[in-house]
Structure formats: C-alpha cells, structure tokens
C-alpha cells in the first residue's frame, strides 16, 4: 500500500450537516498522526471552522483515527466538541472512504483525496 503521508482534501456528510476540508497526515510504518482542518456546517448554526488533532493505525487497507484534541485553526479551544472516530479503507482509487462517530452516537460518512502533487 502507499504512504498515507501528504495533503488530503475531507469530506464529510453526517445526521445534521457536513464538514468540508483538509487532511494533514503522516504515516510512520503503521503509525498515523496528523490532523484535520475543516468548515463544519450544521444544520441551523453559523459554520466554524474546526482543527482536530488525530492519531491511529493502518492494518493492511483498513485506517482507524481517533480525535486527540480539537480547537480553531488558530488555537483557541472548542468547548463541548465531540471528538470522532474514523474508520475507513484505503481503495483501489487511492481514496480513503470510511464512517466516524463521536461519543454522542452521531455517524457520518467521509472521504479523503490525496491532493495532486503530495504524494509521497
């Protein structure tokens, strides 16, 4: 499989709107840190934009991340933000499709490009 290591572009659709923005990620044999950065939209609320912290694993095509942290981009916290949970696999197009869900049982589904030239 490639290095998950680059820029990704994510999206996000779950039960009460979406998130739309960037993966930051670096793969250290099966270890992945890095994080997301994103516009959430829900449903009645003012978009914000979110920086989540992430860390987990890849086993074969198969990619768990789990939130560490969250805050605005420019480092002030996010009061009662349920981190997520994604789960996902690497596919044959080179795209990371999976599920997330957070404390509060909220699902959604994402899916992360690789943006063009960052591959590693």
């Known amino acids: 499989m490639d290095s998950l290591t680059g820029k990704w572009t994510f999206t996000e659709e779950f039960e009460c709107g979406t998130d739309k923005g960037f993966a930051f990620l670096e793969q250290k044999g099966d270890l992945i840190v890095g994080y997301l950065e ?19 694993n890849v086993q074969g095509h198969t990619i768990v991340l789990k939130g560490l942290e969250v805050m605005h981009p420019d480092g002030t916290p996010i009061l009662n933000y349920n981190l997520d949970v994604l789960e996902g696999t690497y596919t044959h197009e080179k795209k990371i499709v999976g599920h997330s869900y957070d404390s509060e049982d909220v699902c959604g589904v994402f899916v992360m490009t690789r943006v063009v030239g960052d591959e590693l």
Request: charged residues 40%.
């Open 38 to 56: 994103y516009e959430e939209c829900i449903e009645d609320e003012e978009p914000f934009m979110v920086r989540q912290i992430v860390e987990g």
